[in-house]
């Protein structure tokens, strides 16, 4: 089955320095690649998602970006602000599957006044 | 609120007690999921219904896990003869079947914490 790894787990940034998280996958089927957040006591919120057919996607001050061939992709948050932190989790899934989602073990991002 | 809908949010238990989740999800969505998620982990998959039709489940979920939706609507997870190692967050989440190749977002709910003693 699809494993996904994730990297680092965790990561201290200055308030408006960019933060970096990646995930690597290893079943070559794997389609769609959805990034979710995650405050203490709270389910994981959506943040924004990438499809096999495209290599980089942005909304506002983050961005996904999508290597097939590496089968890696990555989280990019610029100008973070301390509303930032939480657990972000990447995750992986093949259309026509369900849906299942396989995700990584989470990244702890603390932005720093 | 349209979002997804947990209940209880906490269940405290002692072990070999048998316990109850349910899950309303977004009233127009005919996926639901359930995962897992213990501390410092990300979620993992049980099991997913399409309408009433349970399609899908993990080798996690053992045969002291049952899962139904009855309904095509609401769902619950059972949990009998609790034991400790089944102390996790379960979350529950739902989406609307994708056309063609397309994935639905899953959006999902606040999680039912289970704590077995």
């Known amino acids: 089955g699809e494993n996904v790894e994730q990297h680092p787990s965790t990561l201290s940034v200055q308030e408006g320095d960019s933060a970096v998280i990646k995930c690597t996958y290893s079943?070559?089927?794997?389609?769609?690649f959805p990034w979710y957040k995650q405050e203490l006591g709270k389910g994981p919120q959506l943040i924004i998602d990438?499809?096999?057919?495209?290599g980089e996607k942005k909304d506002q001050r983050i961005a996904v970006t999508l290597n097939k061939t590496a089968k890696h992709f990555s989280l990019h948050i610029t100008e973070t602000q301390p509303e930032d932190s939480a657990v972000y989790f990447c995750?992986?899934?093949?259309?026509?599957?369900?849906?299942?989602?396989?995700f990584g073990t989470g990244t702890q991002l603390k932005v720093e006044l | 609120d349209t979002g997804v809908s947990q209940d209880p949010r906490h269940k405290i238990t002692k072990r070999g007690q048998n316990v109850t989740f349910r899950c309303d999800p977004i009233?127009?969505?005919?996926?639901l999921y359930w995962y897992r998620q213990t501390l410092g982990q990300g979620p993992e998959f049980l099991t997913y219904?399409?309408?009433?039709?349970?399609?899908?489940k993990s080798r996690l979920l053992s045969d002291r896990f049952s899962a139904e939706r009855p309904k095509g609507s609401f769902s619950t997870l059972e949990i009998q003869r609790t034991e400790q190692g089944d102390s996790a967050m379960y979350l529950c989440?739902?989406?609307?079947?994708?056309?063609?190749?397309?994935?639905?977002?899953?959006?999902f709910g606040e999680g039912s914490r289970l704590t077995v003693l």
């Open positions: 009233s127009e969505h005919n996926r």
């Open positions: 989440a739902s989406s609307a079947a994708g056309t063609g190749e397309v994935t639905g977002e899953l959006f």
């Open positions: 995750a992986a899934s093949i259309s026509g599957g369900g849906n299942k989602l396989t």
């Open positions: 990438i499809r096999s057919n495209v």
């Open positions: 219904f399409q309408n009433e039709a349970q399609l899908e």
């Open positions: 079943d070559s089927a794997s389609n769609y």
